[in-house]
């Protein structure tokens, strides 16, 4: 089997670079798929990708997703639409595993002085309040499989950004602390490897959602 994992020459402010794919996203597949043939594809310009038999497709850019990043990019004047604020600036994301049985929601991470932590602490209604905005959004885009990241601000109430159609750099937070972490468990989705759960051992959260 060949993995080709799709990454931005030239990253966006949440996307993965090259150098963090090689170091940090192979060795994770490896260990998935350990007989796999894994070929890094930086991206500078929108690719339509062929399928083709015995090769996963791994995208980690949104020139590798180009039409679904296009309707991510539409749905913040949706979301306006359903009265909720939009912004730029969020310092959160919260992680969505799209399976084939259903969304699964895992625990929200932030950004402390340029680094990602995970996890942040959030009251039921905060979670409450995320998750039915991350079902709708998934729902309207009537979303393939894999992992998608919802980027957004916190003031009294959310602020949407964005919606990543993949894990975003905020993912490597994962790795060593959740089980699986998002960059496996979006190989799994892709895989159609049943995902039923992720988990986080006890540990003392970050800081609050605020």
Known sequence: MK???WCAAQPREAE???D???????PLLQHC???AEIAVCPLDAPIAITPQ????????THWASSDLWQQCQALRTLVSQWGIRTGTGGLYQLPLAQTAK???FGEMIGCLEGTWHLPIHASDRQ???????GRRLLDHLQAPVGCYFLQFGWQGEVIFERLWPFPTVAALASIGVQTPDWLTAHYQ?????????VRIPARDTVRRLE
């Open 33 to 35: 798929q350990d007989r």
């Open 20 to 26: 963090q794919v090689v170091t940090q996203v192979v």
């Open 127 to 133: 979670r409450q309040t995320l998750y039915a905005l």
């Open 53 to 60: 038999p015995q090769v996963l497709d791994y995208s980690l």
């Open 102 to 104: 259903g969304t699964l």
């Open 189 to 197: 989705c892709l895989r159609g490897i049943p995902l039923r759960d």
């Open 3 to 5: 993995i080709r994992i």
């Open 16 to 18: 993965l670079s090259a």
